[in-house]
């Protein structure tokens, strides 16, 4: 038999665990699994001493084109992803220019992103309170989704959303069979502890973290599984920063009361509030950084199955909007797309490379019902990310690929080294550098699959 590709003599994660395997593509496929397979190919690789990994996919990126490249763009935000073994990505509806909230933004950023990927992507319809009457038109376009910010989004063109849009939002979700994602911080208490904060001429970081506290977080995460109790959507809560909101989630999830999901991200898993005066703006985000003790709890509940995946959140900004000694005026966005991975498999103890690959690719492709990506399996897209599971190195601003290079992670040591990433049979990644001329296509929900939760 002649395949287009061999991968030889590695082992392959799988659900069940690790295993030694080749693997054969054909035609972006995977043809076929087995031990020291017979036939040939156009192309073979030897990955003896290497761990084979579904493609990572971050169901949770801001590469803010068309409009506010930038700031980003596709080539260098999914270069970047590449780099991270990661393969698929699903872009955010807002922060490009124009957000992504009918029909015709919608394929504004499909054309940009098919001219510059060079991984496959998603994209995310945007729920505001302008746009109800038009996500009918963004789901027939292939929307994963559609995103609602609970408080202010920070920018202009993206507003936050009531408690009653967002209701009847969820009812014409459910009716179009596609989740709503919400941004869950109240906009009640942050905006208020804000404005006094100012009020006062506070401008430090724990001024900022003062004004986002934990039961902001809380208080909206209640009030979104409330409204999806109600109307039947498929609720998923982003960027979970505090166990409370974690729990929160699980509990309804597990009796119940609502279809709901939460992923965290790897900087709530890796960096602290104490961090914050040393890193800086590199380290701004929206839920802000937590305790010591609740980012040790948020890695217990990774591997209890509280959270159900990790996304990286990446929000990325020109230098300039991260250079003021105001912590209100700095962008609120980190910038860690090619990370991810080498956050989980550092902290390797009691996660197992199964319960990697879970977090990073198969829970996301069931929970937003993309069928072909997620696991190595025959018929599944050849994407893979080959890794030295046992290979430590120092992460460098130089290698790192998106535009900016503002990564907080920038100094430190990680463990699995990432050789090569594969999207659909291709080599796009290699030895540190994005490689060859492959460009990504849109991924669109299939049939309803069976949620993530584990």
Excluded at 299 to 327: C, E, I, R, Y
Excluded at 413 to 423: K, P, Y
Aim: aromatic share 6%.
């Amino acid at each position: 038999m002649n395949w287009d590709l061999i991968i030889r003599n590695a082992m392959v994660v799988a659900p069940d665990g690790a295993m030694r395997r080749d693997i054969a593509v054909s035609d972006g496929r995977i043809a076929e699994l087995g031990e020291e397979m017979a036939g040939d190919a156009r192309e073979v690789i030897d990955a003896k001493g290497m761990y084979i990994f579904p493609g990572v996919l971050d169901p949770h990126v801001h590469f803010n084109e068309p409009g506010r490249s930038e700031w980003e763009g596709f080539e260098t935000g999914s270069s970047a992803l590449a780099a991270g073994g990661g393969t698929c990505f699903f872009d955010m509806p807002l922060n490009a220019s124009p957000p992504t909230l009918d029909a015709a933004s919608f394929r504004l950023k499909q054309s940009a992103a098919e001219r510059s990927s060079r991984t496959d992507f998603g994209l995310w319809g945007g729920l505001t309170p302008g746009n109800l009457d038009q996500m009918a038109e963004l789901a027939e376009c292939g929307v994963v989704g559609f995103k609602a910010f609970m408080c202010a989004s920070g920018i202009d063109d993206f507003s936050q959303i009531d408690d009653m849009t967002l209701y009847r939002g969820m009812q014409m979700a459910r009716k179009l069979d596609l989740p709503v994602a919400v941004h869950a911080e109240s906009e009640e208490i942050t905006a208020r502890l804000t404005a006094g904060a100012q009020a006062r001429g506070a401008t430090g970081w724990a001024d900022y973290l003062a004004t986002r506290p934990p039961m902001a977080e809380e208080e909206a995460t209640a009030r979104a599984v409330a409204l999806a109790a109600d109307t039947g959507c498929r609720l998923h809560v982003v960027h979970v920063s505090h166990p409370r909101a974690a729990a929160l989630v699980r509990l309804a999830a597990a009796h119940g009361l609502a279809d709901v999901s939460c992923e965290t991200c790897p900087h709530y898993l890796t960096f602290n509030e104490t961090d914050l005066p040393e890193l800086g703006a590199r380290a701004k985000c929206a839920p802000p950084l937590r305790a010591a003790a609740d980012v040790e709890q948020l890695w217990k509940d990774l591997v209890a199955g509280t959270l159900d995946f990790v996304a990286s959140d990446h929000s990325p900004s020109p230098a300039s909007m991260k250079q003021s000694s105001n912590a209100f005026a700095c962008w609120g966005g980190i910038a860690g797309v090619q990370s991810t991975l080498n956050v989980l498999l550092t902290h390797r103890p009691g996660i197992s490379p199964e319960m990697v690959a879970a977090l990073t690719a198969d829970h996301a492709a069931r929970r937003f019902s993309i069928a072909a990506k997620g696991r190595i399996e025959r018929g599944f897209d050849a994407d893979f990310a080959l890794v030295l599971l046992d290979e430590k190195f120092q992460l460098k601003q130089e290698q790192l690929l998106d535009r900016h290079r503002q990564s907080p992670y920038v100094g430190r040591i990680f463990t699995g080294a990432v050789q090569r990433t594969i999207v659909r049979g291709t080599t796009v990644y290699r030895d540190g550098r994005a490689v060859g001329t492959f460009r990504g296509r849109l991924v669109r929900p299939n049939a309803r699959l069976e949620g993530a939760h584990v």
